[in-house]
């Protein structure tokens, strides 16, 4: 098969389209023929050398994809060839086939094409295990979410929306704070003019936000507290500002606040299985029903991976970007 590899770590020219072995399923895994692939920013971190797949996990970059069900390893039960799938992966998606354990697979939803459904899996298990099954958000509860109209972001708007949670976002020009409006958020702050914690006290009655999902990390760290409401949950999921900060405990005190740093990849395999789960039970229904969708900014083919990564690096895309082998 074709796929992107890694032989050394650099700039977007680092990836390799490549002739490898097929991949074979182990006992409890399905292969893939893959349809799409997305792409995030954890696979930019891995090319560049900062960011290790998990043991056992493929080397080549890719954490989501759809396609075709094409082999059953030994003991699976649920599936059949042909069947048209989505998986969440710990590597490997940058490829004409792939390996997933079958706890990680979820089926197309209805009204979703094949290839858009790859647009799916790293960000709806990011988002449902991080906002709803960790930080516990709840209707009426107000969300910040950074990033806003990133692929997480896009979704997370959507989810917070649909649960009856009120939505604060950050995103860095007008047209993708309109575009988060459009997807239901209500609070529009553009980073590179306003400040997030002041903006979010104003929409709060000088309450805060009581779940904040955090892409920056260090960065961001201390405003973030700031922002935050009393019982408030701070959720970090990403560290482009940086790993090292000063946490205030003794505010965290005085607000009883909660700071989370969490992670998907690097996860269990059944960890992972019951995230996709409860995925399926809850946010399918809503994708079935048009109430959430993709949000997909562009689509490049596999061999032109390098031009995606340039595209996400330069961060003016709205939602995915896709790769089609």
């Known amino acids: 098969m074709k796929a992107i590899t890694l032989p050394t770590p650099g700039d977007a020219d680092a990836l390799v389209l490549a002739e490898v072995p097929d991949p074979q399923p182990a006992a409890g895994e399905v292969r893939v023929k893959v349809a799409a692939a997305g792409v995030n920013r954890a696979d930019v ?9 998990p043991p056992g996990a493929s080397a080549y970059p890719g954490l989501e994809v759809s ?70 958000l709840l209707p009426g509860q107000t969300v910040l979410i ?28 007008a047209a993708k704070l309109e575009a988060c409006r459009e997807l239901g958020a209500e609070v529009l702050v553009n980073y590179r003019e306003q400040d997030f914690v002041e903006e979010v006290k104003a929409a709060t009655g000088g309450a805060g936000a009581d779940v904040i999902l955090d892409n920056m990390g260090a960065k961001y760290l201390a405003r973030n507290v700031e922002a935050l409401a009393t019982n408030g949950r701070l959720v970090v999921i990403g560290l482009q500002g940086g790993t090292k900060a000063e946490l205030d405990l003794g505010l965290m005190l005085r607000k009883r606040a909660a700071v989370i740093a969490t992670s998907l990849r690097a996860r269990p395999a059944d960890e992972k299985a019951t995230i996709v789960a409860a995925v399926r039970e809850h946010v399918w229904p809503l994708v079935e029903a048009g109430r959430v969708r993709p949000v997909i900014h562009s689509r490049h083919a596999l061999a032109d991976a ?15 970007i896709l790769l089609t082998p």
């Open 45 to 53: 971190m891995q090319r560049m050398g900062h960011y290790d797949p």
């Open 67 to 136: 396609g075709t069900v094409d082999a059953l390893g030994e003991g699976v039960t649920g599936w059949s060839v042909g069947d048209e799938v989505c998986a969440l992966l710990s590597g490997g998606g940058y490829a004409e086939l792939v390996c997933v354990p079958a706890g990680q697979l979820l089926p197309v939803p209805s009204g979703i094409s094949l290839e858009d459904a790859a647009a799916l899996p790293e960000v709806v298990n990011t988002v449902w295990s991080n906002v709803f099954m960790t930080a516990n």
């Open 146 to 173: 950074h990033g806003g109209s990133s692929g997480i972001g896009t979704m997370a708007i959507q989810l917070a929306r649909e649960i009856g949670a009120r939505v604060i976002v950050t995103a860095g020009s």
């Open 306 to 320: 390098a031009a995606a990564h340039r595209e996400l690096e330069e961060s003016g895309h709205i939602g995915k």
